[in-house]
């Protein structure tokens, strides 16, 4: 009885204080993250090196045509 009524004042206070929030705060801290994230990231390239991981051009082998019997 008593850890049941304990239990609802804590989670009464965290709700509380997430209806608080600034959310421009937190629209700041997703803004950072998104930030962050754009920086780390790069656009596919279609060929990349495997030695240095530089853009590298696509090379065509010609393959042998069979001979026709």
Same mark, same amino acid.
């Given at each position: 009885?008593?850890? &049941? =009524?304990?239990?609802?004042?804590? +989670?009464?206070?965290?709700? *509380? /204080?997430? *209806?608080? &929030?600034? $959310?421009? %705060?937190? /629209?700041?801290?997703? $803004?950072?993250? +998104?930030? &962050? =994230?754009?920086?780390? &990231?790069?656009?596919? !390239? $279609?060929?990349?090196? =495997? *030695?240095?991981?530089?853009? /590298? #051009?696509?090379?065509?082998?010609?393959?042998? #045509?069979? %001979? !026709?019997?």
């Amino acid at each position: 009885m008593i850890q &049941a =009524l304990i239990i609802k004042t804590v +989670i009464g206070k965290v709700m *509380e /204080a997430i *209806e608080k &929030a600034d $959310d421009k %705060r937190i /629209a700041r801290s997703h $803004d950072k993250r +998104i930030k &962050a =994230l754009e920086k780390i &990231a790069h656009k596919p !390239s $279609d060929w990349v090196c =495997l *030695e240095c991981g530089c853009k /590298a #051009k696509k090379s065509v082998k010609v393959k042998k #045509k069979r %001979r !026709s019997k």
